[in-house]
């Protein structure tokens, strides 16, 4: 079955090549996709499973925490909380990062609920004239940072038990991504042509009704687009997984290099997509210094998947990812060397354990932490601008 398989994909190659006069990346990403579909015909019960499983996670985690959190952004966004934000965070966030006041939005989203809502948010501002295409571009690569909740509940407390080591790799993840706007240069431009501030939306903003409609709409939009790329990349990890080619290929890799089988797998799926490639690592018995180096590599540099989600934000507009793929990969190479100076000189379980000790379960005490930033950062512009104090 297998020869047959391979034979019929090479056959496939040779036609595309001597019949099709398209360019040689329309005619790879045909045979890609030409595989992809076999491969799915050939182990429907296996990818079933996959996509299943891929699905459970939105509905399960994702979704429940990142609709509510889109659709208060939006409401906010809508009744200028941009603006007050910027005038309150904007000085303190953005001028030792060298960015403009109205880019503390997008980097207090993504500290807060992770990817990709930086980017969303930084190239809303880019889509509205309020900041420079240099300036989306730096701002790509700072707010970009994974979810507080899935570094430390996720990956802290369920991959590795331990979720003070969860601490650690948030903290380095944070770090690289502030040593990421030191190295980037940020370019002059024309600031009479850019805004300071968001623009408002021709639609007046005093119907809360048309607001909420809107706030909805946009963010069953945006949530089912990540969805779509939970569920896409959860297939084709498991079709890469159980890939012969693959398999000999990662074998030859790791005998070469001397490293365990299932180190160089869990890397490898972690580049495709960060969930799966940190639950692989954390797995594996390792050292914990390099398991962790892996680990906060594959967070801050996100994976294909996460690269997939900016892209559907930044398509639209002349912002390349070839940078910002190879900025993502310096930033989880600065993370890794980060994470392990800390865990080398810093890390103390007793210390750790007095800094973050709780009485309740810690996923419960964060989730109301996190509930109440949410409800203050939506209340607060409102109160403020009622009380014309900005």
Partial sequence: MKILFYILILSIFVLLMLLSKNSRLNIFITILCSLLIIKIILNPKMCIGAALGGAKLFVNSV??????????INVMM???????????FGKILCKPLNLPSNCSFPLLVSFICGYPLGAKYSCELYANNSI?????????????????????GGVGASMLNNHYLGYLLLISNYISCLIMALLLKRKSSNVSAINNNFSRKAFPVDNIGSVLK????NSVFTSLSIGGFIVLFSVLTVLLKNDAIFSRTMLCISNILHIPLNLTNGFIVGIMEMTNGCASLASIKIDMIYKLALLSFIISFGGISITSQVYSFTYKYNISMKKYTKRKFIQGFISSIITIFMYKLFYN??????MFSYNASFNNIYIIKVTIILIILTILPCILKRAKII
């Fill in 132 to 152: 420079s295409l240099n300036t989306c571009e730096r701002l790509l690569n700072i707010a970009s940072n994974a979810g507080p909740l899935f570094i430390i």
């Fill in 63 to 72: 979704f429940p925490s990142l609709f509510p959190f889109l659709v208060i």
């Fill in 214 to 217: 809107r706030s909805i709409e």
């Fill in 349 to 354: 379980p007793v210390i750790f354990t007095s």
């Fill in 78 to 88: 809508e009744f200028g909380g941009i603006e007050i934000y910027s005038k309150i």
